[in-house]
Each structure stands twice: as C-alpha cells, then as structure tokens.
C-alpha cells in the first residue's frame, strides 16, 4: 500500500487503522482485486454493450450468464492465474482451475467444462522445460480429479514468455434462470456461515500480492505465497452447493479467492444490507498460530461463504455434514453500515465494507506509445526472402507444421480427460470445444442418465494473438475476438458473448498503460459492432521481469449457441471426393505471421487487416450453410493461413487432398487474413453454397477435393501425410521430456 493509500484509509476510519483493518485494505485495493488502474478503460465495456436479451448478469458479478434457450443458462469466464504458476508451476495452475470454478459454482450453476491458454517462453528453454509440464500436470491433475472435460485451448510458445508465463483458465458451467444466484448479504439477522476447507497459511499475500508486482530474482523464494489446493474437497463442494442450492438454502454466497476472508465479508456486506458482523475465532482454522491478519489475507483454496436465514441454518449444515464438508457460522447480517470483526472477545475491525469493497483508489495513469512502435513497424515483412520454388515452398508448409506454435499440442491434452460427463461433441484440437446440454440427475451425481438426449448445445473458444497486439493493441485485441468468434461460427454455432483476460506488463510504464487503453477500447468497439457483449473477465497487469515486459496478450473467450449438436461441423476431412472451398478473401498480409516468426524470428509491418462485417458475413454463410446441410467439414483459417489449416484437417480426418492455387502460392498459402475458412462440400451442395455466398458477398473460391493420403498442390508440391504427421507430432514431446 502507497503513503496517499495508508492516509486514505486513515480518513475514512477518522484514526489511525488496525493491523487487521490495514490487511484488509492492503490486499481490497491491491491491483488484482481493485483493477485500480484498468477501472477508468474497462468502463467502456459496459458503455458500449450491445443491446441483447441474452445477457441475463452482466459485468460485476463473479461471472456473466446467458440464455442459451429452452429455460438454460450458461456462466462461463476467464481469469489469469500467472505469477503463481511460474513460481510453482503445480499448484498455480490447480489452484487457477480451482478458482475459476468456484466463480462458476458461485452464480448457482453446475460447472460442465473447462478450458485454458497457455503461454511459454521458447520451447526449449530450459525454464520452459521447467514451467511447462508442471502447468499441464497442475491444470490436468485438478480438472481430471474434478470430473469436468478440459475442452479446448491455447498453448504458444515466444521469448517474451520467458519467466513469465500465461495460465488462464476457463470454467463454463450450467443453470436454469431461476436458479441464478448472487453475492449479496441481505437481510439482518441471516447467518454468514464459512464452508469447506479449514484456513491455513498457504496463500498468504497470495494471488492478491503476487499478481500485483513485477518479478524479480526473488520470485522464485515467495513458495508459500502460492496456494495448495485440493480437488476432491473441491468436488464435495460442487456436490454439496448444489444440494443446498436445490432445497433454496442459500439467500447470497461468494467464493473465497484471491484475498480470501477479506474479500468474501467486504464484498457481501457491500452488496447486501450493508453491514455484518464477524468473530473470527470461529474461522476452522488448519494451523491455531495464524494471527488475525493472517486469516484475513489467506487464500487457502475450496472455500465458500453463505449468508442463510437463521431458521435454515440447521438444514444446511445437516447437508455439508452428509457430504462431509466443514461449515461454521461465523457471523451474522446487520444493518449498521459496518463490517465488524472481533478476535478474542476485541473488536479488531470496523470499516464501512463498501470502501474496502468498492471505493478503492483510481488511477488514471499516463500512457503513450511506446518509443519503439514506430520503428516496429517500420521493419515490414516485405524485406524477408519468401520461398522461390516448389521446394521451399515444401519445406515451408512441413516447418511450419512443426514448428512450437503450430505442432500437435496431443503431449498437452492427453494428460485432460476430454470426455468425462459424456456431454463433450468436439475437443482439442477441434476449433472450438462443442457441449451437450442435458438436465443433471441428482440420482447419478450430475451425470445425464443414458436415457436423456438433447439437441440443444454450446460452443467455445479462447484465442489470443500478442505478436499481432504488440504491432498494435487496438487492432490486435480486435483480431482476438476475431478468431475465437470464427472458430465458434466454424462449427455451425451463433456466437453469443465474450469473456476476457487482459495479460499486460506493468501499468505504470506508460509504453504498457497506452497497449492496454487501446487494446480495450478495440474488444469495446469490436464487440459493439459484432453486437455481442462482454460478460465479465480479468484484467492481469505486471506481467514483466525488471523493465521487459510481455506482448500485450488480450486473451478471449466467445460463447456460441447451438440448437442442435448434432449438425456440429468438425474440422477432419474425413469424406472422400468432397469438394473443398476457401470462403473469404486473401491478401497479403504478412506482418507478426507464423510464417514470419518461424522462419526469421522477425516481428514487425501491422498485423492483418481487421474485417468485423466480413466475420459476421462468414458466420452467417457457415450456419445457413450447416441448416441446409450442405457442409461435411470446415475449419478456419488463422495462425499459418491455408496451409496449416489443410494439414490440420487432412490429419484429423485421415485423408489428403489434390488442391489447386489461385494466385501467387506463397500469399495463398501463408497470408493470415482473417475472415477465411475452408469448408468440405457435400456433393451437390456447391450451387446452394455459391448462392448462400453470393447473397453475404463472401468470396468463394473452389480449390479441389478431398482424397488420397497426401497433401497435393497440383503442379508444385506433394507431401504424404505420414511426412505430416511426423513433422506435425514429434516436437513437444521432445521439448517437455
């Protein structure tokens, strides 16, 4: 906490504060939990929402919720858990899917599914080899334990990652609109009870600290800083919340995260009567020496907090006993206006809650660009030497196929049960994670009887892209949102909604504070003009080593809808003498490619050109196309352009396929411009798509069919999918061990 804070705090107490009241301060308007520095730019998020009927909760809550149809809801949401992953890379990322569960649990919805983004510095880095298969043990130990599909995702690899590596995860979770719950504690007299794990010193100056500071040499000795977390108490939780949610036990409920006791009581108090009153010497407690402050700061994992009517309180704590979950009341609802806390019979704490909760500092910090952009820019792809010949253009495609970025992430998703719960349609590698939506039985644990069969499903995604946010945030954000709302429509989806993370460096570096206003202000401006809004997210600043800080990496999440899964598109060419088209329009676009990054290790030029109208154009030809049924595959075109998209799908349906170019071959195959797909026609439905294309003015452009056991480009090139495969599939486990 900065002087003007402490003398802050001092004025609205009238006195000098406690030590426990100051721990409350101290981690309430941390960077992580007061978005300090990002509330005057995520404003616009909210200001320049799109009108839309499915938004049911919006931002503020602790994730959004849509309707999906049919009396469903969905909440999903994405939060960065970084700093803690890198100085443990186990326990950072359990303890991130840990969280972001518990945000789901928290609006009254069975968690269904989650999903991560992963970001590394080179891949063979020593430090890599350190982070990565911790990270992917951690987010696969904890999700697998939880009985909940890992769906899709992200894994990069750039040296700007070195030491500081990106976890975020997703956790989407289902509901009927009556059973939305809050954080809210209304209602004098009703009982706030602490349930789940007991509080320990893991995670003291946790997530709150950690994610509030650049890295230094010292990182890696803040171990204990880092929390510990416990699945199986986890999924005792879910079970259990969603008992009492059942029975209507539950009046308002938070989750303990990042800053643990602090945030649960401030935060429930602020939002409900306005005050409560707390003894904490009924908080369970894993270890007696804790100190108050120490209670109030711990982030220990598997938490909840209820606020329940008094004359409820027995049945809930008879079902917490059946499912063996520790719950205490440690206070009750008041109207005073004040959040009261005792220790030992001493009153330690007595704050307005709300300007702990919600009256935290704001800074708006000076920003400009940074003194370099101009000069990035400036050193265009232009002047790279591109492939003259059939053969480098062989050797390209098959370096590119291997290369970190590109190649097989199997090593990665093996380690996640995809199909647990049998309601996953499409997972990794697919483009988008596709759910069925099925009524949970009680009878079963949540698992859908055999017998219950639903049409009605979901599809996510979750892309980002900092090389091309580093050549220009407004853009690059934009571009983001582009990708993961392509990949949701590739599958026959409606997009819906978005969720973010926000991973930047330091705000008070003004280079940093400019990438990141603009990349906010591009997602507000993008999501206006795609007409779906943003639900909620992260914002994770810090992210930097002394003064080298991270590609501005916005991170985002797009939900889609499907009303019936079973007509979901998947990206294998898997049906012989299907004709292949490229819907959208190629130009040469080069600037932070894949191309470009492998082969030279250059960065610089302006990254693709965005075309939101021509997104939306796109999305509406695929789902008319998926009605008519006239598509047997299809997948989008991004990172690599046309030709790691047509390797990818050869290698996931098992088939190759005899193409011709239009144009030049090298912009053909390696531009990313972005509104592209390459859709598998069924045979005889190539008119009705030219019409459905003609009617949307998106370019069709035939290329060939799909067959044999290579990928042929007529007249230049062939390369058998075994070649492929091998180039595709042998990287990363080399890398991870």
């Known amino acids: 906490m900065k002087d003007d804070e402490y003398e802050r705090v001092k004025q609205i107490l009238g006195r000098r504060p406690t030590s426990a009241e100051l721990a409350i301060y ?187 500071a650049t890295f230094d040499e010292a990182s890696a000795q803040k171990r204990p800083s880092v929390q510990v977390g416990d699945p199986f108490m986890e999924k005792l939780l879910i079970e259990c919340c969603l008992e009492l949610f059942a029975e209507d036990l539950v009046v308002g409920i938070q989750d303990l995260g990042a800053a643990g006791v602090s945030c649960a009581t401030t935060e429930l108090a602020a939002a409900g009567t306005g005050g409560m009153h707390v003894d904490l010497d009924r908080v369970p407690l894993r270890d007696p020496t804790l100190r108050p402050e120490e209670i109030l700061m711990s982030e220990s994992q598997e938490r909840m907090m209820a606020v329940v009517e008094p004359d409820r309180v027995a049945r809930f704590l008879e079902i917490c006993a059946r499912w063996e979950v520790p719950a205490t009341v440690i206070g009750e609802v008041t109207d005073t206006g004040r959040l009261v806390m005792t220790w030992r019979g001493e009153v330690i704490v007595d704050i307005p809650p709300g300007t702990a909760a919600d009256e935290g500092p704001v800074y708006e910090r000076p920003y400009a660009p940074p003194a370099d952009l101009e000069q990035i820019r400036a050193d265009t792809p232009g002047r790279l030497a591109r492939p003259s010949n059939a053969d480098e253009l062989r050797r390209t495609v098959l370096w590119l196929a291997g290369s970190p970025n590109l190649a097989s992430k199997t090593w990665v998703t093996s380690q996640y049960d995809r199909y ?150 998947s990206m294998a060419f898997a049906a012989e003498n299907t004709t292949l088209v490229l819907l959208g329009q190629t130009r040469e676009e080069f600037g932070g490619s894949e191309w470009a990054h492998v082969v030279y290790g250059h960065l610089g030029g302006l990254p693709p050109l965005v075309d939101l109208q021509a997104e939306a154009a796109l999305a509406s030809v695929i789902s008319s ?101 091998e180039a595709h599939e042998h990287l990363i486990p080399s890398y991870a061990g």
């Open 26 to 212: 101290s981690v309430m308007w941390s960077e992580h939990c007061s978005y300090k520095s990002s509330k005057v730019h995520l404003r616009q998020f909210a200001d320049k929402a799109p009108q839309t009927d499915a938004l049911l909760v919006g931002m503020g809550e602790n994730a959004g919720v849509v309707d999906v149809g049919q009396g469903w809801a969905v909440t999903f949401k994405v939060e960065s858990h970084n700093h803690p992953s890198y100085v443990e890379p186990y326990q950072g990322a359990a303890t991130g899917v840990g969280g972001i569960v518990r945000d789901i649990i928290s609006m009254g919805a069975r968690p269904v599914a989650v999903m991560d983004s992963l970001r590394f510095g080179p891949a063979d880095a020593p430090d890599t080899n350190r982070v990565l298969p911790g990270v992917v043990a951690g987010i696969g130990g904890y999700g697998n334990s939880l009985g909940l599909p890992n769906i899709g995702g992200e894994v990069v690899f750039d040296p700007c990652y070195l030491q500081n590596p990106l976890v975020n995860a997703l956790c989407v979770g289902v509901l009927k609109h009556e059973d939305i719950k809050r954080a809210t504690a209304p209602g004098p007299g009703n009982q706030v009870i602490l349930f789940g794990a007991g509080t320990g010193p893991d995670g003291i100056g946790g997530a709150s600290v950690l994610a509030s």
């Open 420 to 569: 647990v719960r049998g309601n996953t349609v499409l997972a990794m590698p697919e483009d988008a994670g596709v759910l069925r939506i099925t009524e949970p039985s009680a009878a079963t644990g949540g698992v859908p009887p055999e017998a219950v069969e639903s049409s009605l499903g979901i599809a996510l995604s979750l892309d980002g892209n900092g090389r091309y946010a580093r050549l220009d945030p407004y853009a690059g954000a934009q571009l983001a949102l582009s990708e993961a709302y392509r990949n949701v429509a590739v599958t026959g989806a409606r997009p819906l909604a978005v969720t973010n993370c926000l991973n930047f460096g330091s705000p008070e570096d003004p280079g940093v504070m400019w990438q990141f206003a603009q990349a906010v202000e591009g997602l507000a401006d993008a999501c206006l003009r795609l007409g779906i809004p943003v639900t909620g997210g992260n914002v994770s600043f810090y992210n930097q080593t002394g003064s080298a800080a991270i590609n501005p990496t916005p991170v985002i999440g797009v939900l889609g809808v499907h009303d019936d899964v079973r007509r979901r598109l």
């Open 625 to 725: 196309a998926v009605l008519d049924g006239l598509l047997a595959a299809a997948h989008d075109l991004s990172d690599g352009g046309l030709s790691q998209a047509l390797v990818e799908s050869c290698l996931r349906g098992g088939l190759g396929c005899r193409v011709t170019l239009p144009g030049d071959p090298f912009t053909t195959l390696f531009s990313e411009s972005v509104a592209r797909a390459v859709v598998a026609v069924r045979p005889g439905g190539e008119s009705r798509l030219a019409a459905l294309c003609e009617a949307a003015g998106v370019q069709a452009t035939q290329l060939g069919v799909i067959g044999g056991d290579s990928l042929t480009v007529e007249g230049l090139f062939s390369i058998p999918l075994s070649e492929l495969r």
